[in-house]
């Protein structure tokens, strides 16, 4: 059974911080990694997607890697900013839904 | 490209009432996802469409839940009665493939308190 985990559940920095959230799942036998973003009371929205082939992936400031045989991602922030402040998740599908894990509540303060 | 489409985007019921959730995903995507996320919690697959057929709805509650997709497009999901520990955000979601291979879009989700 899939199972995903993530650490830290929380993190507050000073605005301009480089910072990096973890994600680690049991199962290495994975299409993709998703990371998402989710503000309080809203949906989510897709940040990167990395394909199982691929070993990293990077969209602006966020840089995500994928290491399959260890079972562990990581979404590196680069220079954060208070409008950086929200959940971040991470899933990985199970034939055909994602499994999510329980986030990373980060707060950027200026 | 629009993405996709849920209302209403919140909703307060008494214990005992019934609520109907609408779903409108991105154009031509074949699977549509209907999510639960209990506040600190990960969401949670409550049921899978592939075109208007079912593929998983093993962690739907059906003694209170239930969804369809008419036409292979717009989905519906009803609980009646509510209970209040279904107070949750409910996710929707579409995808162009199957297997989880390609990528998921979410919409903006529909909070329900049950009082």
């Known amino acids: 059974k899939q199972e995903v985990t993530q650490i830290p559940a929380a993190l507050s920095v000073p605005e301009g911080e480089n910072l990096v959230l973890n994600c680690s799942f049991t199962d290495s036998a994975i299409y993709n990694l998703q990371w998402f973003r989710q503000d309080p009371g809203k949906g989510l929205t897709s940040l990167l997607l990395i394909q199982s082939s691929q070993r990293e992936q990077t969209s602006g400031r966020l840089n995500a890697s994928l290491d399959k045989s260890s079972g562990r991602s990581t979404l590196y922030i680069a220079a954060s900013q208070p409008g950086d402040s929200a959940t971040y998740l991470c899933?990985?599908?199970?034939?055909?839904?994602?499994?999510f894990g329980t986030g990373t509540r980060l707060q950027v303060f200026p | 490209e629009a993405g996709v489409a849920q209302s209403p985007r919140y909703k307060i019921i008494e214990k005992r009432q019934s609520v109907a959730f609408w779903c409108n995903p991105i154009?031509?995507?074949?699977?549509l996802y209907w999510y639960q996320q209990i506040l600190g919690q990960g969401p949670k697959l409550l049921i899978q469409?592939?075109?208007?057929?079912?593929?998983?709805d093993s962690q739907l509650p059906k003694d209170r839940f239930s969804a369809e997709r008419l036409k292979g497009v717009d989905s519906t999901l009803k609980i009646q009665p509510a209970k209040l520990e279904d107070s949750a955000v409910y996710l929707c979601?579409?995808?162009?493939?199957?297997?989880?291979?390609?990528?998921?879009?979410f919409g903006q989700g529909t909070r329900l308190t049950v009082v």
């Open positions: 154009s031509g995507h074949a699977t």
């Open positions: 899933a990985v599908p199970n034939t055909d839904k994602l499994i």
């Open positions: 979601a579409s995808s162009s493939g199957t297997g989880g291979e390609t990528e998921a879009f």
């Open positions: 469409f592939q075109n208007n057929g079912v593929v998983d």
